[in-house]
């Protein structure tokens, strides 16, 4: 009988791709329930292809309410939560703290408590098979310094944004319920993630849309603030090979060991953009280093990430495949064969889509 997965958040930049690449893997082997509330980052639109699979269904619902999520255990044998619905945005975090502390504190209980309830026996053990995967950051290790170390699962908590802190608060939540009840559970931290499906407020796909338009490429501070850079298929490998492998309770750090300042990620993009535009293509003429503006900085901007994935390399014999440049012409060609999803996306079309799709529903 096929395993059913529930995916929160999986209309999302890293739950559309994990989707993608759980069926390019596994095929009709598995069964796979989307729950995403459809917030501005969820788009179906990434998962147009699926749509038609027996062995896929999507529903509508919001991680923090209890009855619907609730609801989806009760009229399906779930054996595997993927758990990625979470507000990310550190500016946005910045400007309504509440809204991240609702979805990723609040939303994080619910969907533990729902899966506790479903899974837990009379015993108080829980049903063979069982596991829940809590997808989670490296920005709750706080900041590091310029000149070296990492980022290790024992690595202090130090959380310095409103979005670091509420995913903190959700790792300790799952951790509590594995501590306290034995609950099946493991927690994922990952480093930066880039490639197809990512919502252009992002550092990545803004510049890429930008400098094609000609349009500013807005840098913090002096641009030399250090991420370490995962490919997105790689993080979804990553995820996978936890659930199959990881030893239960245990958090695993996935990182892509392709650590870069801001300020040379944009000179990147603009170098593999004029690399791989054709001669005749009158964008060409729109991109230069003259686009970069410098502009204040970020409140609380960490200086450094940097992950250490020793421990899943270790324990699962997992580690990153995709270098830095290769990840970034396959983004890179992606966005070229997708310009409708991106101009669905920044025009605000994408929205559109569920109502089309599914009205009456």
């Known amino acids: 009988m096929a395993r059913t997965y529930l995916v929160t958040g999986g209309a999302g930049f890293i739950g559309s791709n994990y989707i993608h690449y759980m069926f390019r893997i596994y095929g009709d082997g598995i069964r796979i329930i989307n729950a995403d509330a459809l917030t501005y980052a969820g788009n179906l639109e990434n998962l147009r292809d699926l749509e038609d699979r027996e062995n896929y269904t999507f529903v509508k619902a919001d991680i923090t309410d209890k009855e619907a999520i609730r609801a989806i255990f009760q009229e399906n044998d779930i054996d595997r939560v993927v758990h990625f619905a979470a507000e990310s945005h550190v500016d946005r975090s910045i400007r309504d703290p509440e809204v991240f502390v609702q979805t990723n504190v609040l939303g994080t209980a619910v969907v533990l408590n729902c899966a506790k309830e ?142 870069k300042q801001n300020i040379e990620i944009i000179h990147i993009i603009i170098e593999t953009l004029l690399e791989m535009l054709p001669e005749d293509d009158a964008r060409r003429k729109l991109i230069s280093t003259d686009l970069i503006s410098y502009v204040e900085d970020r409140k609380g901007h960490d200086r450094r990430y940097a992950i250490a994935p020793d421990k899943i390399k270790a324990e699962i014999g997992w580690e990153p495949e995709t270098m830095f440049k290769e990840g970034i012409r396959k983004t890179i060609a992606w966005y070229f064969e997708h310009e409708d999803w991106m101009e669905n996306v920044t025009s605000g079309d994408y929205q559109k889509y569920y109502e089309e799709m599914y009205k009456g529903n």
């Not at 510049?207 to 790689?234: F, S, T």
């Not at 239960?248 to 392709?258: A, C, D, K, Q, S």
């Open 118 to 259: 479903a899974w837990e026996q009379p015993d108080g053990s829980f049903k063979e098979g069982k596991k829940f995967l809590h997808v989670s950051t490296d920005e709750v290790y706080g900041s590091l310094e310029e000149d070296g170390g990492y980022f290790y699962e024992t690595t202090p908590y130090a959380p310095h944004s409103p979005y670091s802190a509420s995913k903190a608060a959700s790792d300790f939540l799952v951790r509590s319920y594995i501590d306290t009840y034995h609950f099946p559970a493991n927690i994922t931290n990952c480093s930066n993630n880039y490639g197809p499906y990512q919502f252009p407020e992002k550092l990545i796909p803004l510049m890429i849309n930008n400098a094609l338009h000609g349009r500013k490429l807005p840098v913090y501070g002096d641009g030399k603030n250090v991420r370490d850079w995962l490919y997105v298929e790689d993080h979804a490998k990553a995820i996978d090979l936890v659930q199959e492998k990881g030893r239960l309770g245990e958090t695993y750090n996935i990182g892509g060991h392709n650590e």
